[in-house]
């Protein structure tokens, strides 16, 4: 067997183990396309044995298909022993062609997911399910609401306890300690603070992809996952 060919047989399973299916069936309509063709057959399949490369049809890159029939995702397939990265700019031309946002790099062992819209390939451990890359497309983040976002010190702690300020025990400083301690009170430090605006500065600008990066210790995920998600 040729190793594009073991390839191959990975990337059928792990499409099916994703819910992508090559045949109509109870769950729905087949969603994989090979070599532009509309429809496989089992014994089309069948017919490609353990040697893709040989058959006479053919056989290439997928196309992966949408709820309602149209292109969707390329699955650009390498050899085994090949980086599917090297593959990238062929599936872009092949992706922008089919008018396919999405790409599937892979040579069966790693494998990569690229949103054309938004920056470059990532690694991902198994392939996607259609309902998940349909969910990502609806997605549409709201920048203006990122942007006009008023962020502050206690900006976590309002959502412990509103009327947090306006507490006896907060307003007496002389238990304020021990009341935020056993409410267990986030207050953001200012860097953190700044941190936020700087993305909000950059949403602002118009970006929309951002490396976050704070020191060890210095509650990146308070900072991110708190206020940011």
Known sequence: MSKEAKARIKINKLLEE????FFDSKEGRANIVLENKTKLTQAELDEFGEDFEKTKN?????????DKGFPFIVLEAKKEEI?????????????????????????????????????NPNIIATFPNPETVIGYTEFKPNAEA??????????????QKPDYASDPRYIDESQRSAFIEENKFRFLRKYQVRAIERIQEEVKAG??????????GTGKTLTGHKTLV
Request: hydrophobic share 40%.
């Open 207 to 216: 970006k929309d992809r951002f490396l976050f990066e704070m020191a060890t």
């Open 146 to 159: 990122l942007i006009n976002e008023t962020v502050k010190e206690d900006y976590i702690v309002k959502t």
């Open 83 to 119: 980086n599917p990265l090297f593959a990238k700019e062929q599936a872009r031309k092949y992706a922008q062609s089919q008018n396919c946002r999405f790409v599937i790099l892979s040579n069966g062992n790693l494998h990569y997911f690229w949103d054309l819209q938004r920056g």
């Open 18 to 21: 994703a819910g992508w299916r």
């Open 58 to 66: 053919g056989f290439i890159d997928y196309l992966l298909l949408d």
